[in-house]
């Protein structure tokens, strides 16, 4: 990735922009910038020897990245360690508890090893990597890698920008580095991932370097969303949905339209393993993960949050390449469909 930060900022740039006007999909060069520096943050996390073999890369970024499945751009890396790099065994796994109470302070534990991992180990690892590859280049002023000041399991970096912003523009030139233990890492396998500059810019093309990362297979990402849909469709109704929490349903529909559901339809083991990791790691009363099974999941949005999906659906252009998102009616149409097809009443 060193190529394009041996280029000026105004070089940079430019780059940046023809890369855009060459896009058929992306229309904002700033999108182009952040995807290289997303890019450029993932080579230095899985070239690391001491980081690589224990992190899995996982989240909507990844259906992007590593599968080409969706056109929309995410703040978050998402990654997952190893249970085994946390310490976890028999011993001490929230999995091998015997009472709720038992399970309820081993995940507090848990949560504890990661932030003391983050700042006692990761974010020492990669303020060294990424001091070393962006000295020769930039300022120090210029970017810097800090904790989430929100979030403890998180770090920011807040990367070098060449493109300048506009007043509407609500993509931010950082990039939010979410680190976990509790989520599954199978089946997952190794992708290589290229900038979208690399890949539109035919004097770069040849130049792109090799990222590979190590990621969660798709079809387990399709039931992880799938139940996080379920799980959605129960919340309890004093409790407000999450933030941009529309994109779960576009997620799936892509998905679905890559022919992912019925991929996943042929694994339904791994729906249950997913629902049963959730269950322990991810509890919630009122996610119903016992009846996130074939016949009774439920994917279609409930009434009461229906407005309120509405309004979060309205704020979310900017995640769009194309600016704008897609039909609301559409889109849940389609996942009134894969609720049918998931069901197996269709």
Known sequence: MQDLLEFSPKERQQAFEEATARSTTIKNPIIIEKDFWVCWTLDQIFSNEDLSPHVIFKGGTSLSKCYNIIERFSEDIDLTFSKEYMGI?????????????????????????????????????????????????????????????????????????????????????????????????????????????????PELRDMAPVVTVRTLLAKRTYWEKITLLHAEYHRSPDKLLPYRHFRHYYDIVMLDNKNLTQEALQDIALLDDVRKNKSIYFPAKWANYDKAVIGSLRLYPNKLFMEQLKADHSKMADMFFVGKAPDFDETLEHIKRIEKIVNKTE
């Open 89 to 201: 065994d028999d011993e001490n796994d929230p999995a091998s508890c015997n009472s709720r109470k038992q399970r309820d302070k081993r995940l507090e534990e848990l949560s504890k090893k990661v932030k003391n991992k983050i700042s006692g180990e990761i974010k020492p690892i990669l303020q060294t990597e990424f001091s070393k590859s962006l000295s020769a280049y930039f300022d120090d002023s210029e970017w810097r890698l800090e904790p989430d000041e929100d979030d403890e399991q998180s770090l920011i970096f807040h990367y070098p920008n060449s493109v300048p912003k506009k007043d509407n523009d609500y993509i931010q030139s950082a990039i939010k580095l979410e680190f976990g233990a509790r989520g599954g890492i199978s089946p997952c396998e190794n992708k290589s991932v290229t900038s979208y500059c690399h890949q539109l810019l």
